[in-house]
């Protein structure tokens, strides 16, 4: 008899059940079956396991050995199996959207279903990050791909641009810039606008323009890191912010508040970032559906325009 993990699972229940027919019921099968089993598994090792009376049995010096070598030996299989099980088990691709549906304007909702529809078997599950957690999600692990705006901080990641727009500046109706049909960036550059934290340095100097009066800008109100946070501190505070155009169609627009074309500014760019080093095919089939669609929808995006990589 070749012994396999279920004879060694009867011997293991009668040790440990001290006998046969208890060890029977615990293993779902017939008495006479166990002892066979047992007596088959002595027959074949040439030593006694166990020693029989009237009182049940007892394992014999060799059976201690035994039983301990059988509940390792158990312990490998039970492992092995479950590890195959888990690969069987397709694993979710976590796709970070900063600021949601905004991640990628109006191409974040074809992008997602591009994918789906080439990839069916691969469950997608949505991270919606804040400005910070884009970057730093992917460096934490936390989600597996992203569509994030730069300028990226982290030297880490793989970032492939897609497209840019446009940018705008929003502010209340009552602010005195309100009613300009545009404005360039030297009209606002000293202008109170929206501090940020916990968030890369030249993300910050970009919406902030600090790149451009290379010094900080005067910030005011409660910071903001959601697009929530920002809608309402722009509501009721005396400040402005640069935004992106798609940020103002699909997040801020509201009565009380005006967006107006930034005419001078460097436009907001969109990319699709991930971790070199993952070896997940989906992860690169992802960033290629993402270039596709920008390439074939770019029109969609009012003033957008395809970066180099994705033309």
């Not at 959207?97 to 997602?112: C, D, F, K, R």
Request: charged letters at 25%; proline letters at 7%.
């Amino acid at each position: 008899m070749d012994m396999d993990v279920r004879h060694m699972k009867m011997f293991v229940a009668v040790a440990e059940e001290g006998s046969i027919r208890r060890a029977a019921q615990k293993c779902f099968t017939a008495q006479p079956q166990v002892s066979q089993v047992i007596r088959r598994l002595e027959r074949e090792i040439g030593v006694d396991l166990l020693e029989r009376s009237h009182r049940g049995v007892e394992l014999t010096p060799a059976g201690v050995v035994f039983l301990d070598q059988a509940r390792h030996l158990i312990s490998r299989f039970d492992h092995a199996v479950q590890m195959v099980r888990d690969t069987a088990v397709v694993r979710p691709l976590v796709v970070g959207l900063m600021a949601g549906q905004i991640a990628a304007a109006e191409l974040t909702v074809p992008i997602m279903r591009a994918f789906k529809t080439a990839y069916p078997g691969v469950p997608i599950k949505i991270h919606e990050c804040t400005f910070e957690e884009q970057f730093s999600g992917l460096r934490d692990g936390d989600v597996d791909i992203a569509l994030v705006r730069p300028p990226c901080s982290e030297d880490r990641l793989t970032i492939l641009p897609l497209f840019h727009e446009p940018r705008m500046v929003c502010m209340s109706k009552s602010h005195p810039l309100a009613d300009a049909s545009n404005l360039s960036v030297d009209d606002i550059l000293y202008e109170p606008m929206i501090d940020m934290v916990n968030v890369p340095r030249k993300w910050v100097d970009f919406w902030l323009l600090n790149d451009i009066r290379q010094e900080p800008g005067q910030t005011r109100s409660t910071p903001a890191v959601t697009i929530a946070e920002l809608k309402f501190t722009l509501m009721f505070e005396d400040v402005l912010m640069p935004i992106a155009g798609s940020a103002w169609r699909m997040g801020l627009e509201d009565p009380s508040l005006k967006a107006i074309p930034l005419i001078d500014a460097t436009p907001s760019e969109i990319a699709v970032a991930f971790n070199p080093e993952e070896t997940r095919p989906e992860i690169r089939a992802f960033a290629d559906c993402a270039r596709e669609v920008s390439r074939l929808m770019i029109d969609r995006i009012p003033g957008g325009d395809l970066c180099e990589l994705s033309r």
